[in-house]
């Protein structure tokens, strides 16, 4: 099963870029990795998915390197409103499409 | 976007008495529901996944009699508490998915359940 290691929180500036990485050494070949957003008493929201490379939404983008062995979460100019619990997962390969949550990173913005 | 409800959003109880949590896909047909749980400050942990139909799957360590999941259509699932102690106190949370866990799931707003 996949380690995942994230920060346990981390502190930005309103309108800044913030890079979110999270190491899974020991991933499966088809495993995905996927990030949710959590914001207090609410249920996550998915943010974005990716296999390998690099991939892009209207919210934010992953990078995988080759080895997939971590990725980054970026999210470009952040606001206030993206204070939150940012989740790394990673899975889904196993005949029980078995997910692993990571502990989370609190990301706090500042004015 | 694919909504999903879950009710009550708040419930305190009794040590002793069974409480009972639903989960609605409200614009969409769930193939998969999931029922995690999550203390204050942790990660969600899933607790079972169940498919419309059948009987759940619950992870290692869930007393399945404990926490009972019904799955009866495509966009209902229900989580029951039996006999609910202090313990059991936390923010349960599903989610509905079109596929396997690994596809976009769709969480509810969560519930919170406090036993006193």
């Known amino acids: 099963l996949a380690k995942i290691t994230q920060p346990i929180s981390m ?16 991933i499966a070949t088809n495993d995905y990795i996927t990030w949710y957003q959590q914001f207090p008493s609410q249920g996550p929201r998915f943010i974005i998915q990716g296999y390998k490379t690099k991939v892009t939404n209207e919210v934010a983008s992953l990078f995988i390197p080759a080895d997939r062995k971590s990725s980054t979460l970026s999210l470009p100019r952040v606001s206030l409103s993206d204070t939150a619990v940012y989740y790394c997962l990673v899975g889904g390969s196993d005949s029980n499409y078995q997910l692993i949550w990571g502990a989370g990173t609190k990301l706090i913005i500042k004015p | 976007g694919a909504v999903v409800s879950q009710h009550p959003s ?31 400050k ?19 360590g869930v007393e399945k009699d404990k926490f009972l999941i019904n799955h009866a259509s495509l966009t209902l699932s229900t989580l029951t508490v039996t ?21 976009e799931q769709f969480f509810g707003p969560g519930t919170r359940l406090t036993v006193l």
């Open chain 1, 11 to 26: 502190d930005s500036y309103e309108g800044q870029e913030v890079n979110i990485t999270c190491s899974h050494n020991n």
């Open chain 2, 10 to 40: 708040w419930v305190i109880c009794k040590s002793g008495t069974s409480v009972k949590i639903e989960c609605r896909s409200l614009d969409f047909q769930a193939t998969t529901m999931f029922w995690y749980r999550q203390f204050p």
């Open chain 2, 42 to 60: 942790q990660s969600l942990m899933l607790m079972a996944t169940s498919n419309e139909g059948s009987k759940a799957t619950y992870e290692q």
């Open chain 2, 83 to 103: 006999s609910a102690h202090p313990e059991d106190s936390s923010f349960y949370i599903c989610s509905a998915s079109l596929g396997p866990s690994y596809n």
